[in-house]
Antibody
Framework: QVQLQESGPGLVKPSETLSLTCTVSGDSFSSFYWSWIRQPPGKGLEWIGYIYDSGSTNYNPSLESRVTISEDTSINQFSLKLSSVTAADTAVYYC????????????WGQGTLVTVSS | DIQMTQSPSTLSASVGDRVTITCRASQTISTWLAWYQQKPGKAPKFLVYKASTLESGVPSRFSGSGSGTEFTLTISSLQPDDFAIYYCQQYNSYPYTFGQGTKLESK
C-alpha cells in the first residue's frame, strides 16, 4: 500500500519561502508523477505541479514563477518550494501520486496546514 | 485554463436516495475527468477516472458518465458513509483544474 507523508514548517513569514517534503513508502518511486496540490481553508483544490520521469516538471502557470518541485529518488522523497509567500498561500498542502499517461491523483498524503503570518 | 463548474453546490439527501452531481467543463475535455470524495479534515479520495471507470475498491453504487463538456457522478443508493464533498477534476490539459465542490449533506 502506497503511503505519502508531508513534512515541514507549519508557519512561514510573509515574503519568505515555504518548503515542504513528501516521503513516499510502499511502492517504487519511478513511473509515476509526484504532485503537490493545495486547499485554502474552506475552499477548493488547486493543482500546484508535479515532477516525473527523472526530474521533468510541470507547474501551474499561476504559480510557476514562484514554484520549484524537486526529488531525491535515493530516499523516495520529493519537495516543494514556494517563494515570496503571502497570506493567500495559507492552505493545506497535499502531496499526491499521479499515474497513467494522462495522470490523475490516486494516492494522497494526509495534508499539512501551512499558515503564512508574521 | 479550463473552468470546471459543479452543480448543485449543496445537495440534501437521505440514506437510500439516488443522487446525481453534475460537472461542466468550459471547453471539451473528451473523457479526461476524475471524481474525488473528501471528508472533513481528510485528503480527497480517488473515486472515478476517465469519466466512468471506477477506481479499484470503490463501491459499485458509484457511477460516472459523460464526455465532452458535461459529466455526472451518481450514487445509486446513498449510504451514511457517502456524506462528504465531491470534486470533479479535468486532466485534459494543463493546468489541471478542479470544480468548486458539491457538499452532499443529510436531509
Amino acid at each position: 500500500q502506497v503511503q505519502l507523508q508531508e513534512s515541514g514548517p507549519g508557519l512561514v513569514k510573509p515574503s519568505e519561502t515555504l518548503s515542504l517534503t513528501c516521503t513516499v513508502s510502499g511502492d517504487s518511486f519511478s513511473s509515476f508523477y509526484w504532485s503537490w496540490i493545495r486547499q485554502p481553508p474552506g475552499k477548493g483544490l488547486e493543482w500546484i505541479g508535479y515532477i516525473y520521469d527523472s526530474g521533468s516538471t510541470n507547474y501551474n502557470p499561476s504559480l510557476e514563477s514562484r514554484v520549484t518541485i524537486s526529488e531525491d529518488t535515493s530516499i523516495n522523497q520529493f519537495s516543494l518550494k514556494l517563494s515570496s509567500v503571502t497570506a493567500a498561500d495559507t492552505a493545506v498542502y497535499y502531496c499526491a501520486r499521479a499515474r497513467g499517461s494522462r495522470p490523475n491523483f490516486d494516492y494522497w498524503g494526509q495534508g499539512t496546514l501551512v499558515t503564512v503570518s508574521s | 485554463d479550463i473552468q470546471m463548474t459543479q452543480s448543485p453546490s449543496t445537495l440534501s439527501a437521505s440514506v437510500g436516495d439516488r443522487v446525481t452531481i453534475t460537472c461542466r467543463a468550459s471547453q471539451t475535455i473528451s473523457t479526461w475527468l476524475a471524481w474525488y470524495q473528501q471528508k472533513p479534515g481528510k485528503a480527497p479520495k480517488f473515486l472515478v477516472y476517465k469519466a466512468s471507470t471506477l477506481e479499484s475498491g470503490v463501491p459499485s453504487r458509484f457511477s460516472g458518465s459523460g464526455s465532452g463538456t458535461e459529466f455526472t457522478l451518481t450514487i445509486s443508493s446513498l449510504q451514511p458513509d457517502d456524506f462528504a464533498i465531491y470534486y470533479c477534476q479535468q486532466y485534459n490539459s494543463y493546468p489541471y483544474t478542479f470544480g468548486q465542490g458539491t457538499k452532499l449533506e443529510s436531509k
